[in-house]
């Protein structure tokens, strides 16, 4: 997979920053990352399964009822880890990515760049940085709001990302009466 053009955001805003989101085979020291999707500050999105490397054997079923995504799927449709690497590094090169849950995808990411023998050249930095004091007490609220909005199908890594964008969104656009 590659971009997809989504329509830009109703204001133009391009001061979004970049969010990403991996979705993986479970938690812990074994896992891996399973797809990777990430918007852009226009709101263009993408999305792609990682093929697992044959020593990654690790799967929880647990992850795979949060995602849908099938250890099969994964391997007939997912993008070799060398391929996905170098299109991350192609499209982020020189951004910060933003990401909610930094210390798990930092891992994730760890272990796809480590299994391409490349290092990332964007940086991973956790999406609270950003969060005013204010912005932080009422996330979860408006990201309830968002996803109930958005009335999502799947749970899956671009999806996520762009509730995560929208969220922030929402936090810093002034209520219109």
């Known amino acids: 997979m590659s971009l997809v053009p989504e329509p830009e955001s109703p204001e133009g805003d391009d ?24 918007v852009m500050p226009n709101g263009s999105c993408f999305c792609s399964l990682v093929r697992p490397e044959p020593h990654w054997t690790h799967w929880d079923p647990a992850a795979q009822r949060l995602h849908h995504i099938t250890r099969d799927s994964a391997v007939q449709h997912g993008r070799p880890p060398s391929e996905l690497a170098h299109e991350l590094n192609r499209a982020l090169r020189g951004k910060t990515v933003y990401t909610d849950a930094w210390g798990n995808d930092y891992s994730w990411l760890g272990t796809l760049f480590e ?45 996520d990302a762009l509730v995560l964008q929208m969220t922030l969104r929402r936090l810093r656009t002034p209520a219109r009466d």
């Open 115 to 159: 299994a391409a023998a490349l290092s990332p050249s964007f940086r991973l930095d956790s999406l609270r940085t950003l969060l005013s004091e204010s912005e932080a007490k009422h996330w979860q609220a408006a990201n309830t709001q968002v996803r109930q909005e958005l009335k999502l199908q799947r749970h899956r890594a671009s999806s």
């Open 15 to 38: 001061s979004m920053p970049i969010v990403l989101d991996v979705e993986a085979s479970g938690f812990g020291r074994d896992s891996y990352p399973v797809e990777i999707g990430y």
